[in-house]
């Protein structure tokens, strides 16, 4: 698989029309990962951290990521873009817990 196509999948995907559009929110994904990872030493969580603490940390840390990810994505000129993307994203964790008719 190209580049190229690869840039195609994702355009297609995420309903955007430019590359670039689609290079920045790469940046802000990664952005905002590589803050959780700061917010993870932060916090001293580490491979020898027990497994209650991680897991514990990894749900904590959801909200932050998300707020991250809205923050970073205005600051990109994104918003939209990760706003739709954050609903659809709780309209699924939502569904894993309600019963559906």
Do not use: C
């Amino acid at each position: 698989m190209s580049f190229q196509s690869f840039i195609d999948k994702l355009k297609q995907r995420w309903h955007v029309k430019s590359t670039l559009q689609v290079v920045i929110i790469l940046i802000v994904f990664s952005l905002t990962g590589s803050s959780i990872i700061v917010v993870k030493r932060l916090f001293g969580i580490d491979a020898e951290t027990d497994i209650i603490t991680r897991i514990l940390f990894y749900i904590g840390v959801l909200p932050i990521y998300n707020v991250l990810l809205l923050m970073y994505g205005f600051g990109f000129g994104q918003f939209k873009f990760f706003f739709e993307f954050e609903k659809r994203f709780f309209k699924r964790i939502i569904g894993l817990f309600v019963k559906k008719k």
